[in-house]
């Protein structure tokens, strides 16, 4: 197996179709290098293969030799020879992954310099003040990121001699401070470390290329891995390449371009530039950087030289470019390209302004597809631009999971009673839980964001967030909350205190972070119609929403029907719950009859909202699904009460019903079809509600669609008889009407059992529905409620799971679970509809394969609806060769 290939390698296809071989950086190097004849400092990359067999069975047999090889060959083409003592080849070693991973990795510059070669270089350069600043410079790098030194022991002594030199800038040191340092320098390596500083320049390769190797399952590695979804599995690239200083003198520099600007989309390039430098410098905020505009006024030509450069970059990748250069004593050196991140305004104008033609060499004109301009934008992207964001990060005490993206600053409160009553004096709130229950709806309603010490992202917590598009963050696990306060290490928030949380990335900040409002740009809503065009007549779009106001928000943000309206959630109105718990404590048939009467005109005014906002489209219904024990106070609660306050009658009665109706393990208790089995009028009234709300809209002239889906069904026999019964509630409504509307009964498959004998449970069906939270969790064996805060992040950093399965479905387990329920419903029933309506319906990597698949539709959050349309598209032009 070949591990090293030369920069100028000659490959079969063009370098930048190897980033699996190659890394990104690596490929792109090859690319500029062979392809485009751009300037670029010759090297040569170590492949992901090298990475990969060092993971599994240490350095790989036959690496030596083959860097050897090359090293030979870069000496040979650059006249010098590494760590020479007379002219010394001096390399930088670079990490390069196949995904960019920006600062996640590790670098080091200057290899090759020891003690002999530095007065080499002082020599041949005529600059001792340049070859001491460079050695200082590698000795702190490789020290820290090679043999583990402690960066303080270099930093300290560097900020002593600058304030001995009475200056704050490393470039006024003169050559005799920059000595010192290096003395200062080696001898802390030593004493931290009990070796010297290694003097062998291949000794130094190769400790650098391992320590690249090393860093790819570092902690920061592997945390950015998790949370963009990069497999552990790639390994990074190493390139080494041929040093170009920027330090030399003020005729050199370094700098950081964009072919346009990044944050705004703007066609017009800019980044951050700075004279008698190396790239550190640049990014680490040591010193004040200058901009291109200060760039032509010091060097012209070479600022002419560059932006022709960015020019050609976007013609040959047809994207936004970011580079690094250098230039040394005048002359320009290309470092590395990559299609560059982008903000999510940024990202949709770039994509709609692509597709209009962009001026390229030569007088040419070049522009994407449609298509291509739906690929380029990404489900961040739209998030950054649906939700308020924070201006500028703060420093965290604590970090939970991010379940509802946004931001949200406001007053800590421990009970939703508190947060309800100072939301009404008009404060802003965030309403702080050890975990939420139904109980807490009243305060979640006014809280500017949630956060829970306990939970996953299909916690009670997060998915009402996410349905309201509230911001919330749960499982912060390292937050003790006492009471009315709440402690992170030495750190304590008390009520009324304020707060700020990222929903999008987990994080939990004391005090308030300046916000940024929501306004999606112009080029938004072009993107989304875009999309629209894509998916038309292949997968629609629908919500979760349960309310009037949801279904509403729905609609406007582009929703084609509601998947799924869960009934349960309208119980939990404050209005409501005392109804269902009549029903709940009625120990006569006619007290229940009556509770029961009550929730019948109770829901239909619920229904006609949702039927009224959602008019001509599809919605449908879930009968009642979770067990009643979630509408009952907490026993636990009621117990410590009755232990010390003691009871009210009614309380006493709660809590009995309370004991009674508790399950060891209520997922597969019950609930869902097997309460209709033991409570059937619950279901008649359910069924009586909603039909009675779309006879009275359809006298008003309205059209609504109405699908009643039947929760947790496991058998035909099942199905069956749960059909039976709102099929009498349905022919009773609509006798003796001329043209009745076709109302049609479904199920929702989330068991295995349901999937794999989805064939008999069609013949009952009209349509399925996928319930991916459930069947995650049935398939799994885990608890969504516990897993994610606890053991799913040990599980994801040791790449047990490839990704959190209730984040997103794959193509095995859960995913190969609904593929064999469309198929075997299909087979019995060809024209059965199938739709999915767990969280995954919003998740883009999920989308990917419901399309696969061939679903119908996928439901989610109306917040979510936007990215659902994006991902929808997407999966259809990915599945196609238009791209190809």
């Given at each position: 197996?070949?591990?090293v ?15 699996d ?19 670029v ?19 790989p ?11 030979a ?15 010394p ?6 990490s ?58 270099f ?21 005799s ?5 290096v ?79 990044a ?23 040591i ?34 470019c ?44 070049w ?5 291509e ?10 998030d ?8 500028k ?17 406001g ?14 004096k008009?404060e ?37 967030a996410?349905g ?44 308030a ?11 938004y ?13 292949r ?6 929403a ?10 406007a ?37 009556a ?21 001509g489209?599809?919605v ?43 399950e ?47 929760p ?35 199920t929702m498959?989330e ?38 805060s606890?053991m ?12 959190n ?35 995954h ?5 999920s ?13 989610c ?7 659902a ?13 238009s791209?190809?």
């Amino acid at each position: 197996m070949t591990y090293v290939y030369a920069f100028d390698h000659k490959h079969p296809k063009p370098p930048m179709s190897y980033k699996d071989l190659l890394g990104g950086k690596g490929a792109n190097l090859a690319e500029m290098t062979t392809v485009l004849k751009l300037p670029v400092p010759p090297g040569f990359t170590v492949s992901t293969d090298a990475c990969r067999d060092y993971m599994h069975g240490g350095w790989p047999e036959g690496l030596d030799a083959e860097v050897t090889r090359h090293v030979a060959k870069l000496e040979k083409t650059m006249g010098r020879k590494l760590g020479d003592a007379k002219d010394p080849l001096l390399v930088s070693v670079r990490s390069g992954a196949k995904f960019s991973m920006p600062g996640m990795m590790d670098t080091v510059l200057n290899l090759g310099l020891n003690d002999k070669s530095v007065v080499g270089l002082a020599a041949v350069t005529g600059d001792e003040r340049f070859a001491y600043d460079s050695y200082r410079r590698f000795i702190a790098m490789y020290g820290r990121i090679v043999m583990g030194v402690d960066g303080h022991l270099f930093e300290h002594p560097l900020e002593s001699a600058k304030l001995k030199a009475g200056t704050t800038n490393d470039a006024d040191l003169d050559a005799s401070a920059l000595r010192g340092l290096v003395k200062t320098y080696l001898a802390a390596v030593r004493r931290a470390t009990g070796t010297p500083f290694p003097q062998d320049p291949r000794d130094q390769l190769n400790g650098a290329i391992e320590a690249v190797f090393k860093s790819w399952n570092g902690a920061r590695a592997i945390a950015y891995r998790v949370r963009e979804k990069i497999s552990h599995e790639l390994g990074t690239a190493v390139n080494v390449q041929t040093m170009v200083f920027g330090n030399r003198d003020d005729q050199s520099g370094t700098g950081v371009g964009f072919t346009r600007n990044a944050a705004t989309g703007e066609n017009r390039p800019y980044g951050d530039f700075l004279v008698n430098a190396q790239g550190e410098d640049v990014v680490a905020g040591i010193r004040n950087t200058l901009d291109l505009d200060d760039m032509r006024e010091i060097f012209p030509k070479i600022h002419t030289e560059l932006l022709a450069i960015f020019v050609r970059l976007e013609e040959h990748y047809t994207d936004m470019c970011d580079t690094e250069f250098t230039i040394e004593q005048g002359r320009l050196w290309m470092l590395q390209t990559r299609v560059g991140k982008r903000t999510g305004a940024a990202a949709l104008k770039m994509a709609v302004d692509m597709t209009k033609g962009t001026k390229g060499t030569r007088g040419r004109t070049w522009r994407i597809s449609r298509d291509e301009a739906v690929m380029r934008v990404t489900a961040e992207h739209l998030d950054s631009v649906l939700h308020p964001q924070f201006k500028k990060k703060g420093t965290p005490i604590a970090k939970g999971l991010g379940a509802s993206p946004g931001a949200a600053v406001g007053r800590a409160y421990f009970t939703a009673d508190e947060a309800e009553q100072a939301a009404h004096k008009g404060e802003k709130v965030v309403l702080v839980r050890s975990e939420t229950s139904p109980e807490d709806v009243h305060g979640m309603m006014v809280a500017q964001g949630i956060l829970t010490a306990r939970g996953g992202l299909v916690s009670h917590a997060a998915v009402v967030a996410r349905g309201w598009g509230t911001p919330a963050v749960v499982g912060a696990d390292a937050i003790r909350i006492d009471g009315k306060s709440f402690t992170v290490g030495s750190t304590t928030v008390r009520q009324g205190d304020v707060i700020s949380l990222d929903g999008t990335t987990g994080d939990i900040v004391v005090g308030a972070l300046e916000l940024t409002a929501a306004k999606p740009p112009a080029e938004y809503e072009v993107v989304l119609k875009w999309a629209d065009a894509i998916r038309k007549g292949r997968m629609k779009v629908r919500a979760n929403a349960d309310t009037g106001a949801d279904a509403t928000v729905a609609r406007a943000n582009g929703a084609e029907g509601i998947g799924l309206c869960r009934t349960e959630h309208m119980f939990l109105a404050p209005d409501r719950l005392p109804i269902v718990r009549a029903m709940i404590l009625a120990d006569t048939p006619k007290k229940e009859a009556a509770a029961l009467e009550q929730l019948r005109v109770a829901q239909q005014a619920d229904f006609e909202d949702i039927l009224k906002a959602m008019d001509g489209l599809p919605v449908t219904v879930r009968l009642l699904d979770p067990p009643l024990h979630e509408f009952l106070p907490s026993v636990e609660e009621l117990r410590v009460k009755s232990a010390t306050k003691g009871l009210t009658r009614r309380e006493s009665e709660l809590l009995r019903a309370a004991e009674s109706w508790a399950e060891h393990n209520p997922m597969i208790g019950t609930r869902g079809v097997r309460l209709g089995v033991i409570k059937p009028g619950l279901y008649a009234m359910q069924v009586r509600a909603l039909l009675d709300a779309a006879l009275k809209l359809r006298a008003a002239g309205g059209n609504p669609i109405v699908e009643v889906m039947i929760p947790l069904t496991v058998t035909r026999e099942e199905l069956a008889l749960a059909r039976s019964w709102v099929q009498a509630e349905i022919d009773a409504a609509l006798k003796g009407m001329r043209r009745k509307p076709n109302i049609t009964i479904g199920t929702m498959i989330e068991t295995p059992r349901a999937a794999v004998r989805a064939d008999e449970i069609a013949e009952e069906a009209d349509f399925f529905s996928f319930g991916t939270n459930d069947l995650t969790q049935l398939t799994f064996g885990f608890s969504r409620d516990d897993v994610e805060s606890r053991m799913m992040p040990a599980y994801l950093e040791q790449g047990l799971l490839k990704r959190n399965p209730f984040d997103t479905i794959d193509q095995s387990g859960v995913g190969d679970l609904v593929r064999l329920g469309a198929e075997r419903g299909r087979a019995t029933k060809p024209g059965l509809k199938l739709g999915v309506c767990g969280e995954h319906g919003g998740d883009p990597e999920s989308i990917e394969l419901f399309s696969k698949i061939g679903l119908d539709y996928v439901s989610c959050s109306p917040f979510r609806i936007p990215i659902a349309r994006l991902a929808a598209a997407q999966a259809i032009v990915g599945s196609s060769d238009s791209l190809k």
